[in-house]
């Protein structure tokens, strides 16, 4: 949502935006600089927290008012929860990120997800939907029309990261995507 204001800014830099679940690969220089969730597993990258987030619950108003509004991680087991599929590639052990099914439950256990998806654009039209409650990175917060639930609950955090080759480390282009996306996380 905030890219308009980095374009406007510099509208000289070419953007070309490749969004995917999957595992971020500047390996084959398919980008000068990407915004990650992983660990960049290559020597020749330079990798730059630029912020940490952690993922919550939410559920739509509508579903908070046709079931009611959980009030204690027993109170979970009595709600609908979408999960991430098993073909899901998210940036993070998909295991952690269906912390929902686990919480407050015996290792064997786990609660029943009402709906699986592969991807999280699909997980928060469903919770917008009303079709169940959802974990979702903090980030999202700020364009997704959902309430957070049971806000004493921690989810797994996660790392933010610029990663980029190391011989672009003086390129204007990485300074000033790299001061944006630091300044847009401060505000």
Known sequence: ???????????????????????PKVLHYSSDIEVRMTESTSQDDIQTKISEFQYKIYASKEYIKEFGFPKTISDLDDHKIIAYGETAQPPLNRNRLNWLLNIGREKNNTREPILEISNIHGIVEATQNSIGISSLPSWMESFINLEEILSELTGPKVNISLCYKFDLKNDPRVKVFKKFMSDEIKN
């Open 1 to 23: 949502p905030r890219i308009k204001k980095f374009i406007s800014r510099y509208p000289h830099i070419q953007i070309a935006l490749n969004l995917r679940d999957s595992e």
